[in-house]
């Protein structure tokens, strides 16, 4: 029998194993997050590709956009309201094979600010769509607080990561003394404004936004989250009415002093619900405009502490880089963080007449 003792790893040789181990797992974590990021954002790209083909099919059969929302009657208030009507995304739902859920829509009630309605449409309205939702931003968490004391209250939010723009102008209300929103949707207001047809496209399909990519609200007012957040003009400071401000060179100085205004104002419980529910037809709901480059180091801002208050509701993402638009011809193009605001505006805008060139952005 042999009495050689068996020899085995000595303490120094397990530690060098284990420091090589670990340094290979730090070299190829980075690159495993960076694949999966990749994929996130192509299937991010693939959500907005859906949205703008069933706007283009919209499009092609109607010879016009969706209503952003309509003025629908209440009858639990026993009139007409304009804060309680459909969001575009819901008008776009039998575009993207989703024709059971938009069958189970009841556009003769409210979706919003009607105790019957609210209720009533509660099977969408409440409904998680995967793709209104970007896979690198995290699904809120939240209870729908905020909207009514309907069933929203408690309800887990949907989440909307995709907005339908307003275009390149602060107002929403075709009553506005600068006039209707110069993108591919209107906010009615207070009044039923007509959709956008394809005439009014002037500078072209495919140099016009119809859907940003903003993140979600995170529900949580104590955190400060740049810049999803929503903060409210300090009082005193410019009204919708004396801005006039469709976005232009001309009127950066005037919008600068307005934002500045909004800096110094307040936070409040709409603050971090940007995004909250897809189906509701609300300015910070499911729509936006063009007016800052995308993550911009500010936060939105907005001119009442409303729901339908005009504002500026603009473009952000989990994307390193930039974020993703959908064009009005249903291409998505991935818009840089470095780009030109006057370049945003263009885009933003639907027959301002700007010469955009390809390699601008």
Not at 71 to 79: A, D, E
Not at 121 to 131: A, D, E, H, I, K
């Amino acid at each position: 029998m042999s009495n050689r003792a068996q020899r085995g790893f000595t303490l120094i040789e397990l530690l060098v194993v284990i420091a090589i181990i670990a340094v290979l797992i730090a070299l190829l974590l980075p690159a495993v997050q960076a694949a999966r990021e990749a994929a996130r954002r192509a299937q991010c790209v693939n959500n907005l590709k859906q949205i703008g083909l069933a706007l283009h099919n919209y499009i092609s059969s109607n010879d016009c956009a969706p209503p952003a929302d309509q003025r629908i009657y209440s009858p639990s208030q026993s009139k007409i309201i304009s804060n309680g009507d459909f969001s575009v995304h819901v008008r776009l739902l039998p575009f993207m094979e989703q024709s059971p859920m938009y069958n189970s829509v009841n556009f003769f009630l409210p979706v919003l600010n009607d105790a019957l309605g609210e209720y009533v449409n509660s099977t969408v309205s409440l409904s998680r769509v995967n793709g209104f939702l970007c896979p690198s931003a995290p699904w809120p968490a939240y209870l729908g607080t905020g909207l009514a004391a309907g069933p929203y209250t408690s309800a887990t939010a949907t989440g909307n990561c995709y907005f339908a723009s307003l275009g390149s102008t602060l107002e929403y209300d075709a009553t506005n003394t600068g006039g209707a929103p110069n993108g591919m949707f209107f906010f009615s207001g207070t009044i039923n404004a007509p959709p956008v047809r394809l005439a009014a496209v002037v500078d072209g399909l495919s140099n016009t936004i119809a859907f940003g990519e903003w993140k979600p609200g995170s529900g949580n007012l104590a955190t400060i989250s740049f810049p999803q957040d929503i903060q409210f003009a300090a009082a005193g400071s410019l009204t919708p009415n004396s801005t006039d401000m469709v976005m232009s060179p001309n009127n950066l100085v005037k919008f600068q002093t307005w934002q500045a205004s909004c800096l110094a104002g307040t936070r409040a419980p709409r603050t971090p619900t940007l995004g909250q529910f897809w189906a509701v037809g609300l300015p910070m709901l499911t729509m936006g405009n063009i007016i800052l480059g995308p993550n911009p180091k500010s936060p939105n801002c907005a001119f009442t502490n409303s729901y339908n208050s005009a504002g500026a509701y603009g473009l952000s993402s989990y994307h390193s880089g930039g974020c993703n638009v959908a064009m009005g011809d249903g291409s998505v193009r991935f818009l840089k963080d470095s780009v030109a605001l006057p370049t945003v505006w263009a885009l933003g805008s639907r027959a301002q007449g700007e010469v955009i060139s390809a390699d601008s952005y």
